[in-house]
């Protein structure tokens, strides 16, 4: 048996997470999963994701990895079912931190020629 795992949060997984909680977290679910891959909306989702799985500390050897993202995902939401306004906080606090990386000013890169 194969499970499909990533490095990171794969947003292909935000779907799957739609009924992982309550009327305000399948509202944001619904509206990330319509947006571009690189909308800082649905970035932030990713964000909040990685942070909450614990993506930065999975080992691709460790029984979350061979679960799968999906599996691992749905436990770490259902953790926050009975508590989904701080779900929601954690989701702003990402958006936050995306929009703050996005408006920092980056060195110009120069184009390869």
Same mark, same amino acid.
């Given at each position: 048996?194969? /499970? ?8 292909? /997984?935000?779907?799957?997470?739609? +009924?992982?909680?309550?009327? +305000?977290?399948?509202?944001? /679910? ?48 259902? $953790?926050? $079912?009975?508590? +989904?306004?701080?779900?929601? $906080? ?7 931190? /995306? ?15």
């Amino acid at each position: 048996m194969y /499970v499909n795992t990533e490095i990171m949060f794969p947003t292909s /997984v935000i779907p799957a997470l739609r +009924e992982a909680g309550g009327p +305000e977290w399948r509202s944001l /679910v619904e509206r990330v999963t319509d947006l571009d891959e690189t909308h800082p909306e649905r970035l932030a989702f990713a964000l909040m994701m990685i942070r909450l799985d614990g993506c930065l500390d999975c080992e691709t050897d460790s029984f979350r990895a061979m679960r799968g993202c999906q599996a691992c995902a749905l436990q770490a939401v259902k $953790r926050y $079912r009975h508590n +989904e306004r701080e779900l929601l $906080r954690l989701y702003k606090a990402a958006l936050s931190d /995306v929009q703050a990386y996005l408006a920092t000013p980056r060195p110009f890169a120069l184009a390869a020629g």
